[in-house]
């Protein structure tokens, strides 16, 4: 049986750093791209960063780019988030997830068959 689990989150103030993480078992975790998606109320669902199983390759939304690095441990079966210069509108649940396959560009839930319960970040200005 599959168990992701994403311990973490919290509420923050604006400008702070905060770092997620994931872990993962009962997959060969180094067989999966992971990804980070958020969940703000009354809102979609939307990709945020994913990494390729190598950690070679990694994407980020617009809305986080050059403010989120996402990097994995795949000796730990591990996947982190570190969350900077956060701000409110940052605010959401946070899911972690395993694909298994990768696209070049974006994010599509549809390829994530594993999935995380979610974790809360609330960023208060």
């Known amino acids: 049986q599959v168990h992701v689990v994403e311990p973490g989150g919290g509420s923050v103030q604006a400008g702070v750093s905060l770092r997620l993480s994931c872990t993962s078992s009962g997959l060969t975790f180094a067989d999966y791209a992971m990804g980070w998606f958020r969940q703000a109320p009354g809102t979609k669902r939307e990709g945020v960063s994913c990494i390729k199983w190598s950690g070679i390759s990694t994407y980020y939304a617009d809305s986080v780019k050059g403010r989120f690095t996402i990097s994995r441990d795949n000796s730990k079966n591990t996947l982190y988030l570190q969350m900077n210069s956060l701000k409110p509108e940052d605010t959401a649940m946070y899911y972690c997830?395993?694909?298994?396959?990768?696209?070049?560009?974006?994010?599509?839930?549809?390829?994530?068959?594993?999935w995380g319960q979610g974790t809360q970040v609330t960023v208060s200005s």
């Open positions: 997830a395993a694909a298994n396959v990768w696209r070049t560009t974006g994010m599509a839930e549809g390829d994530y068959v594993y």
